[in-house]
């Protein structure tokens, strides 16, 4: 059965540089802990497993290589915007030993040297078919890990190649030129001396770059999910509500000023080990200083760009003046079409839809510029607060002490 819901952007239009998800399959087959796709509908229920029609795939990129395109998914893919292959589920879970139609998927964005970042868990990548079908493409390879030690990173990933495989699965892709980095997430609590060691691992092996995310507690506590992460942590309850979580959506996240000291204890690790290190909790993204955000792929993709026209891309544009206002160029790009359609009806704008989707993405960001930490404002960023003045135009005007911790 064919996945309808294979390409498509992401809810983090607002602050991500590449949001644009391609999925293989409608479901993963890991079962990690803390992953909550499946109780929030990413990995929809028991029904017969989808897959995407690699023919469809190859249709879309054609349209939009031909100046095509339909719709903003395909004007994204017409202006080279990275796909996250693996957006919502891994793209090497056992299915694929089936199927293969990650391995098509993967000749098609060769074949249009399409820009693409591979997100796994899995060490398929490294096996010869699909080191084939990555060997002069315009790929990224990034090797999800949880952070923290052997056992506790074992009872998280349910079903995942263990850590030694992961990396020979790097060691073979960093020794034929294929860009490989190290996702650690998520980072656990306390166990921070473990993720060190973790990039001193995947660094001698020829990784090049880690990111670094804290653990969330999801809200469902009545998921099965949620009892096996109170069953290999039993304090992590307690851990959370003594560092002051905050409550994000439907996630209890640490607050930045806990997490900063030892993010920036690992990005001296991994820089003593000739590594670059890229902060991906989302109220740290504004620290990196890559096009890309937190996972570095602008130095390693070619012919590619990054989406920019959102909160972060603003704030990032200022960054290192003392005051950051709602400033938006003229140049900036945005695709012809409706967006809106793609975020969720709880982040869709309060004001009218003006006269060009352009306007309204404007009037969107402008209400986000002006609203609180909980909604995606700038002071939910760290080290960034309100003045309380207001510009010409009514915009809050912020200020970055970047100092903070
Ligand atoms: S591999 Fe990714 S999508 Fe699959 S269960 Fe683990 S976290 Fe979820």
Redesign the pocket.
């Known amino acids: 059965m064919s996945y309808k819901y294979y390409l498509a952007l992401t809810s983090q239009l607002p602050f991500c540089s590449i949001p644009l998800r391609l999925d293989s399959y409608n479901r ?5 802990a ?2 909550f ?2 109780a929030r509908g990413g ?1 929809v229920g028991n029904g017969p497993a989808q897959s995407l029609a690699p023919r469809q795939l190859f249709k879309r990129l054609r349209r939009a290589h031909s100046g095509l395109a339909r719709g903003a998914v395909e004007e994204f893919l017409a202006h080279r915007i990275p796909i996250q292959f ?1 957006g ?3 793209p090497f ?1 056992p299915w694929e030993k089936t199927w293969a139609v990650s391995l098509a998927a993967l000749e098609i964005l060769r074949e249009f040297d399409y820009p693409f970042v591979i ?3 899995s060490a398929m990548p490294a096996e010869p078919a699909y080191l084939r079908a990555l060997q002069g493409a315009n790929a990224y390879v990034r090797i ?1 890990v949880t952070g923290g030690d052997l056992p506790t990173q074992s009872g998280m ?1 349910r079903g ?1 190649p263990n850590l030694d495989e992961r990396l020979r699965a790097a060691a073979e892709l960093a020794s034929r030129d294929i860009a490989v980095s190290l996702r650690l997430q998520p980072i656990i609590w306390g166990q921070e001396e473990a993720a060190a060691n973790q990039i001193r691992m995947f660094a001698s092996v020829g990784v090049k770059h880690v990111t670094a995310e804290y653990l969330k507690l999801p809200v469902e506590r009545a998921s099965k999910q949620y009892s096996e992460l109170r069953r290999i942590d039993t304090k992590l309850n307690d851990r959370y509500r003594s560092l002051g979580a905050k409550l994000v959506g439907r996630e209890y996240v640490l607050p930045a000023d806990a997490k900063i000291k030892q993010l920036r204890s690992l990005e001296r690790v991994a820089r003593s080990c000739g590594v670059s290190f890229g902060y991906a909790d989302n109220d740290l993204l504004h620290l990196n200083r890559f096009r890309s955000c937190c996972n570095a792929a602008d130095r390693y993709l070619r012919n590619a760009n990054f989406f920019s026209f959102n909160i972060l891309g603003i704030i990032k544009a200022q960054m290192g003046m003392s005051q950051l206002r709602f400033d938006i160029s003229r140049n900036e790009w945005l695709p012809l079409s409706n967006m809106f359609s793609h975020l969720n009806s709880r982040s869709r704008p309060d004001g009218a839809i003006q006269s060009s989707w352009r306007e309204s993405w404007i009037l969107y960001l402008r209400e986000k510029w002006n609203s609180s930490p909980e909604r995606g404002g700038p002071s939910s960023y760290w080290g960034i607060k309100s003045t309380d003045r207001r510009d010409d135009a009514g915009n809050l005007v912020y200020t970055h002490n970047y100092d903070v911790g």
């Open positions: 993963c087959q890991f079962s990690c803390y992953c796709s499946k990995a693996g919502m589920n891994d879970s997100s796994t868990k999800s990933e995942v």
